[in-house]
């Protein structure tokens, strides 16, 4: 099928499949679920290969930022989904006794996920998940960007789940494009802003709801008085032990004081070469540049003029491999391209401050981050950063871990995205909450109904204020006569 055709297509028969309601019960869910975690088991080497391919990523990182995080997503929901599932009582109240109150979750219908070439199996396969176990017609759009891992998906996830309700469709603009044409019960995309807003566009021609999830300038301020070889670590692990640098999450920009910064600069220092060796071109424990334009885009914003010699550490680079070296730079003017727009990538500037609380105001000058970090041993300061800094997540003392915990919302705001999943929200994501309220044939309030008068407006009133005795009156059904 052609692109133009393919899109309706597809749409048309997973609607087919979800109207017979083959997706909503319990035992299909749990039974997509462990398909999903026996494809992640079993196709281990074959996903890290296809990662490799991608994206030189290490067998490490490739396992416990992907595989594992899959393979858990699927437990949690397995361990989780019946409670989710079970319709939750709430009180009736007074106006509608006697009756029953509950909420129910509800799959929307027939969804669409977007996925990301950073991370290209956990960013396509966490979001699936949970659209299972709301217990959705799921069709997955892989990236391009990722064409071995996206091959991968399209070959393997048949075999392991439902094809008649869950469908991987490859393919690159024109085919997204169609896709976003149709009309879907909600689309999950994982990516940029300038995408994001074309979907967020194309949706709004049916009233799609949409969760979009961005990235942003996620900024580190390392207070004084820290342990700094240990916060050096930290930063790079999830910096550049993240595919180097090319993570929604990733550290963007250091913030720390202007006595301090030689000193985190020399942890750093020690940590990178500790971590990656005197030549990190040649270490196999650092992913390349996922492709030749973002290899020249980023090379482009560590060349820009009054950037270049602020370049403190690092800089090497190798096209034929892809490769860039972790980067440290110091003091890039705020004005500069390398500030102003998210890197993705190995480069990380430091900027001086006197005092840490300046750090604030540039931060909340910047657009919503999806991460915060902040690395202190004061309280105050902790307590100060939580309240003051707007951001999809915060964490003190470390960077990127917070995406591993499954109780934990993951989502950010303003322009760092809208929505958030992992764990009950991935379920909560794709299920529509229902209103579900029963009555008796018992019970009539009189004073409800037309003709009106003051009587029956003076004990409305009563039962609106809580009062005792216009409530006893409704109930015997005062005033007499009428309806």
């Known amino acids: 099928l052609t692109a133009t055709a393919m899109a309706p297509a597809v749409a048309e028969q997973l609607r ?17 679920l462990r398909g999903v975690l026996r494809m992640a088991t079993e196709m281990e080497a074959q996903i890290c290969g296809a990662l490799r391919a991608d994206l030189a990523k290490p067998v490490t990182e490739s396992y416990v930022h992907e595989i594992s995080l899959v393979k858990s997503s699927c437990k949690f929901a397995l361990k989780n989904l019946k409670k989710w599932m079970k319709p939750k009582k709430v009180p009736a109240g007074v106006l509608t006794f006697p009756s029953t109150a509950r909420i129910a979750a509800e799959p ?15 960013l396509s396969m966490d979001p699936v998940v949970g659209a299972i176990a709301a217990g959705n017609a799921v069709v997955l759009k892989p990236s391009e960007v990722a064409p071995a891992t996206s091959s991968l998906l399209a070959e393997l996830l048949p075999r392991f789940v439902d094809s008649s309700c869950i469908k991987v469709v490859e393919g690159g603009v024109s085919e997204t494009s169609e896709l976003l044409e149709q009309k879907w019960d909600k689309i999950f995309y994982t990516g940029n802003g300038k995408v994001g807003r074309i979907v967020l566009s194309l949706a709004a021609k049916h009233l799609t709801p949409v969760a979009l999830e961005l990235g942003g300038k996620c900024p580190v301020v390392v207070d004084s008085n820290v342990d700094l070889h240990v916060a050096a670590k930290r930063i790079a692990a999830g910096k550049w032990g ?46 390349r540049i ?9 090379r482009i914003l560590m060349g820009e003029e009054k950037v270049k010699d602020k370049i403190v550490f690092g800089g090497q680079s190798d096209e034929a491999q892809l490769k860039i070296a972790p980067t440290l730079l110091m003091d890039v003017p705020l004005d500069s391209a390398i500030m102003k727009e998210e890197i993705f990538g190995p480069l990380l500037p430091i900027i001086t401050v006197d ?24 309280s105050t300061l902790k307590d100060q950063f939580e309240n003051g800094i707007s951001a999809g997540a915060t964490i003190i003392n470390d960077t990127s871990i917070h995406l591993t915990n499954p109780h934990l919302p993951f989502g950010g705001v303003g322009e760092s995205g809208m929505g958030a999943y992992h764990g009950t929200f991935s379920f909560d994501a794709f299920s529509h909450k229902k209103a579900i309220l029963a009555r008796f044939f018992i019970g009539e309030v009189k004073a409800r109904y037309p003709p009106y008068t003051p009587a029956k407006l003076s004990i409305v009133k009563g039962v609106l204020k809580g009062n005792l005795a216009s409530m006893i009156q409704a109930i015997l059904g005062f005033p007499r006569g009428g309806a």
């Open 355 to 378: 005092k840490i609380h300046e750090s604030f105001a540039l931060i909340n000058s910047m657009t919503k981050p999806l991460a915060a970090y902040l690395f202190t041993k004061d």
């Open 16 to 32: 087919e499949s979800f109207a017979t309601g083959r997706t909503r019960p319990a035992a299909w869910r749990e039974a997509q």
């Open 242 to 287: 993240c595919n180097n640098g090319q993570a929604c999450v990733s550290p963007d920009f250091i913030i720390t004081t202007k006595s301090l910064a030689p000193k985190l600069l020399e942890s750093l220092e020690k940590v990178l070469q500790k971590f990656y060796g005197h030549d990190p071109l040649q270490s196999p424990d650092l992913s």
């Open 108 to 122: 929307l219908g027939v969804v669409l996920v977007i996925s990301a070439w950073n991370y290209p199996f956990l």
């Open 290 to 298: 996922v492709n030749s334009n973002h290899f020249k885009r980023l």
